[in-house]
């Protein structure tokens, strides 16, 4: 299984969408811990699942649990890919771990 990760900001839904069809991608796991904000555009919760069954078709999933530690997300938007890197494989490590 492949994984691929996807933004949604600055993009339009056209280029979202449209970069998910081209992968063939067949579900669509969401790690946003608010994915329900008016910010989340055309990517709410509902809209998102509904889209992506209609456009692709691909299934959609809210995983929380794999969501940045706020100490991780405070490592976005640094040139520290490195530390991002180390603080997200520890992480999905850490939950990978937990739920055996």
């Known amino acids: 299984m492949a994984v691929y990760t996807i933004g949604f ?3 339009s839904a056209a ?9 063939g991608v067949k579900r669509l796991l969401d790690v946003r811990l608010n994915n329900s904000s008016q910010l989340a555009g055309f990517t709410k919760k509902e809209d998102l699942a509904y889209f992506l ?3 692709l078709p691909a299934d959609y999933k809210h995983e929380p649990l794999l969501a940045p530690t706020p100490e991780v997300a405070a490592l976005f938007g640094t040139k520290n890919r490195p530390a991002l890197d180390g603080e997200l494989l520890q992480r999905n490590g850490d939950n990978a771990n937990a739920k055996e």
């Open 9 to 11: 900001t600055k993009k």
């Open 15 to 23: 280029e979202f969408f449209g970069a998910l069809k081209r992968s």
């Open 53 to 55: 069954q209609e456009l």
